[in-house]
């Protein structure tokens, strides 16, 4: 997903491989000159990991220290590897409908929460040519991306997330949500007004330290942490680099639950242990740190 036109498409396998790509060539990538963006597009150049700083990468990894829930049992959703993502399966019930942002091939998770909650899963991606199915539940697909406007930019159309939710009829009803769009994240959060972002009942998310400022990046996590708690971080093992210090990868998974549903254990250690079920995005290598 991307939120200007020189971005790239919010698709998990090719961030997989630039990031690889990425950590090889970054000293070379270092000493050239960035292209300069379009125009319209001269205030806001999309940044990626390596300007951020390591006084942010402190800040961030200070932030990001996940809590136990009394009231939530854990469950894998989606994929055994890349693609899959924690939620706590107590806490769906409420839910009217769920929304996944950033498709590509495959939806395992929005199949896995259509078939157990009998919800519809209204999908998001403006890139891929793909429609995936799940039998036995119920995806309405949609040619569009999320991102901070309306708009359209390079024949791809996208739209806000208040707008999606209100265009089907879900505005003000519970829902779930799943975000992986490649750095496209933060300026759709930004632009979702804390009345639409407390409508998540829960949502688990990729974030990635990317087309943003480092500001911009801290500011999201400490707003959502304002209204959720964050119940599991698990760093994607595509791109683990030991330059980004103290964090082990610049992108990663998070689980965020609503503070109205969730109650915090007081007698669990902080931060919270690595649950079991998270697992490797890349299953032919280890986790990152290890």
């Known amino acids: ?14 961030v997989r491989l630039r990031f690889a790509v990425l950590i090889s060539v970054v000293a070379f990538a270092a000493s050239c000159a960035k292209p300069e963006p379009p125009p319209r597009q001269a205030a806001a150049p999309s940044l990626d990991w390596t300007s951020f700083s390591p006084a942010a990468r402190e800040a961030l990894a200070s932030e990001l220290q996940p809590v136990t829930l ?25 839910a009217a409908a769920a929304y996944s942002y950033g498709i590509d091939t495959e939806d395992n998770w929005g199949c896995d929460v259509s078939k157990e909650r009998h919800v519809a899963v ?22 569009e991306c ?5 708009e359209t930019s390079d ?14 009829g879900y505005a003000g009803q519970p829902l779930l949500m799943k975000m992986d769009i ?27 330290l990317r087309m943003a400022e480092e500001t911009e990046i801290l500011e999201t996590v400490r707003r959502l942490k304002q209204h959720f708690y964050l119940v599991n971080v698990h760093f994607n093992n595509w791109s683990c680099d ?4 103290p964090l082990p990868a610049p992108a990663f998974q998070v689980l965020w639950v609503n503070k109205r549903v969730g109650i915090v254990d007081p007698e669990a250690p902080t931060p919270a242990a690595s649950s079991p079920l998270n697992a ?6 280890p986790e990152c740190g290890r």
């Open 70 to 94: 009394k009231n939530c049992t854990l469950r894998r959703y989606g994929s055994a590897n890349d693609g899959g993502y924690l939620m706590c399966e107590n806490l769906t019930d409420t």
């Open 280 to 285: 490797p995005d890349n299953p032919a290598a």
């Open 155 to 168: 024949g791809h159309s996208f739209d806000t997330i208040p707008s999606q939710i209100a265009r089907n």
């Open 242 to 245: 030991p330059a980004f210090a």
């Open 1 to 14: 997903m991307c939120t200007c036109p020189e971005a790239r498409p919010q698709r998990r396998l090719n």
């Open 122 to 143: 209204q999908q998001y991606d403006c890139f891929t040519p793909h429609r995936p199915t799940c039998d036995g539940g119920q995806f309405v697909f949609h040619n």
């Open 182 to 208: 490649e750095g496209a994240e933060w300026g759709s959060l930004k632009a979702t007004p804390d009345d639409v972002l407390d409508r998540f009942v829960q949502f688990p998310m990729e974030l990635h």
């Open 146 to 150: 999320v991102g901070p406007r309306a």
